[in-house]
T-cell receptor, first 115, second 115 residues
Framework: AQSVTQPDIHITVSEGASLELRCNYS??????LFWYVQSPGQGLQLLLK??????LVQGIKGFEAEFKRSQSSFNLRKPSVHWSDAAEYFC?????????????FGQGTTLQVKP | GAGVSQSPSNKVTEKGKDVELRCDPI?????LYWYRQSLGQGLEFLIY????????KSGLPSDRFSAERTGGSVSTLTIQRTQQEDSAVYLC?????????????FGPGTRLTVL
């Protein structure tokens, strides 16, 4: 069955420090991969997505993610975290085949930023 | 332009009552999705509409849940005989065309509380 695992439920980093949020997926083939962010009281916003090609993808707000097929991972990184990055982050997979756009989400990682 | 809108933003109901949640997708978007976000289950796919095709209802948790999309635009999610476990935030999303590759744009959600 398809699934997404975000091993870290909660992460705290200091402002200006680097960040890596982990995401592992289970899927029969290479899926489409997404990272979304949800700020308090806000809807989900797409940070970046991977479909094919270069395995290092750049997103908005200075985020990037690297697809590693051998590890079934799609970790999100940012070199220097800002206080405004405090939010909940969701990794998701989407199917490459079939007429469905449904996304399967991980449980989310809550990021707290210390001043 | 206007994003995805949902109404009401909050809904409190008594167990056993029926509720209707509304979603207005971004104008011109042919694909529409409903997800549910709850503490215990995370973000779960519920149903997907694409143009005039039959909807993908594979995520609906029980026959108490139904959804329709009128005129290819506005969608209503109906929950009959609500139960306390239905308490969650119900998120709607829309995307322009291709279900798998297009970005899904999420609304702010409807928070449903069943007493």
């Amino acid at each position: 069955a398809q699934s997404v695992t975000q091993p870290d439920i909660h992460i705290t980093v200091s402002e200006g420090a680097s960040l890596e949020l982990r995401c592992n997926y289970s899927y029969g083939a290479t899926p489409y991969l997404f990272w979304y962010v949800q700020s308090p009281g806000q809807g989900l916003q797409l940070l970046l997505k991977y479909f094919s090609g270069d395995t290092l993808v750049q997103g908005i707000k200075g985020f990037e993610a690297e697809f590693k097929r051998s590890q079934s991972s799609f970790n999100l990184r940012k070199p220097s975290v800002h206080w405004s990055d405090a939010a909940e982050y969701f990794c998701a997979v989407g199917a490459r085949s079939g007429n469905t756009g449904k996304l399967i989400f991980g449980q989310g990682t809550t990021l707290q930023v210390k001043p | 332009g206007a994003g995805v809108s949902q109404s009401p933003s909050n809904k409190v109901t008594e167990k056993g009552k029926d509720v209707e949640l509304r979603c207005d997708p971004i104008s011109g978007h042919t694909a529409l999705y409903w997800y549910r976000q709850s503490l215990g289950q995370g973000l779960e796919f519920l149903i997907y509409f694409q143009g005039n095709s039959a909807p993908d209802k594979s995520g609906l948790p029980s026959d108490r849940f139904s959804a329709e999309r009128t005129g290819g635009s506005v969608s209503t999610l109906t929950i009959q005989r609500t139960q306390q476990e239905d308490s969650a935030v119900y998120l709607c999303a829309s995307s322009p065309r291709q279900p798998s590759t297009d970005t899904q744009y999420f609304g702010p959600g409807t928070r449903l509380t069943v007493l």
